[in-house]
Every structure is written in structure tokens, then in C-alpha cells.
């Protein structure tokens, strides 16, 4: 639901002008949880907004594929297969963010509130904080068992803008 413009690199979209991205050719060049994503961070909900192509490889390459991939596959690495016997560690800026999280994008999605946008700004945050407290090879159990806490609700959370990495 958008109650304003969406434009497109700062003009109406205007298919007679030939300016304008259809659908069905983008999703073939990106995938469809990087177009979600995008169109939720940037979606026009209280004022006019502008998909730029630009800035949507700078999301898709940076936060997308440089912090949440490579975070997520350094998670997995470190795990091996074996998930650790200890209890997440308790404390911390990460901790936090794990207790905190499902509430964040769950008030954002909740229909008296609703709003995709905060939705993806709480999952862009997140991704931030993670991307810059990676587990690393020598994690203790406490602190590999938090990332690994933090990757499944990471994808629980992100089910309804990203369904194809929640599956993954």
C-alpha cells in the first residue's frame, strides 16, 4: 500500500517515455529477495521516494551480499556442522539485538502499524551490526552459538521481505 510517488531516478515513471523498469525484465538480472528488500527500504509510505538503479547495487552488492552473505557464510564455516553445546552468550551489543529484533520488524509489520519500510530499515541495521562482529575461526561456543541464534532469527524475521533466504 503506498499513499505517495514512487519515481524513478527523480521522475514519474512514464511507460509512454519509455521510463520505466518493467518486472518481468529486472527479475530476470537480480534476484527476487534483492528487488523485495529494495522496494521495502525505499518504498514510498508518507512521501515521495525514488528508486535509483545506482543505489539499489549499492544495497544489493554492500549490505545484501558483502555484510549478510559473507556474515552468514563465515557463521556456517565457523559452526562446521557442529552446533555448540554452550548457551549463547547472555551480554552485549548482540545479545541485545537478538532479544530486541523479532519485536522490531514484528511492530513493523503488525496491520495498525504497518510499514515494510521499518521492516527493512530494523533487518538493515541488524545486518549492519552483524556484518561488524563477525564470529571468526577462533569463536569460543558461547559467542558461536549467539551468531548462530542471531542467523535463524535473522531469517524467521526476514520470512515476509525475503522468503527465498529465510528458506536457505
Avoid at 565457523?78 to 511492530?107: I, K, M, Q, S, Y
Avoid at 502499524?113 to 575461526?137: C, E, Y
Amino acid at each position: 500500500v503506498t499513499n505517495e510517488f514512487y519515481r524513478l531516478e527523480g521522475d514519474k515513471f512514464s511507460t509512454s517515455r519509455g521510463h520505466a523498469i518493467w518486472g518481468n525484465e529486472f527479475l530476470r538480472r537480480v534476484s527476487s529477495d534483492e528487488l523485495r528488500f529494495y522496494l521495502c527500504l525505499t518504498g514510498p509510505e508518507r512521501e515521495q521516494t525514488n528508486f535509483f538503479a545506482k543505489n539499489f547495487e549499492e544495497v544489493v552488492q554492500d549490505l545484501l551480499v558483502g555484510r549478510l552473505q559473507t556474515w552468514a557464510a563465515e557463521v556456517l564455516t565457523a559452526a562446521a556442522g557442529v552446533v555448540p553445546a554452550e548457551a549463547p552468550r547472555a551480554d552485549g551489543p548482540l545479545a541485545e539485538l537478538l532479544a530486541r529484533l523479532p519485536g522490531e520488524v514484528g511492530a513493523a509489520l503488525d496491520p495498525d502499524a504497518f510499514s515494510p519500510q521499518a521492516a527493512a530499515t530494523a533487518l538493515r541495521r541488524a545486518i549492519l551490526a552483524l556484518s561488524d562482529d563477525r564470529p571468526g575461526p577462533s569463536a569460543g561456543g558461547a559467542e558461536l552459538a549467539l551468531h548462530l541464534e542471531l542467523l535463524a532469527c535473522l531469517a524467521a524475521v526476514s520470512a515476509p521481505i525475503m522468503p527465498a533466504f529465510a528458506d536457505e
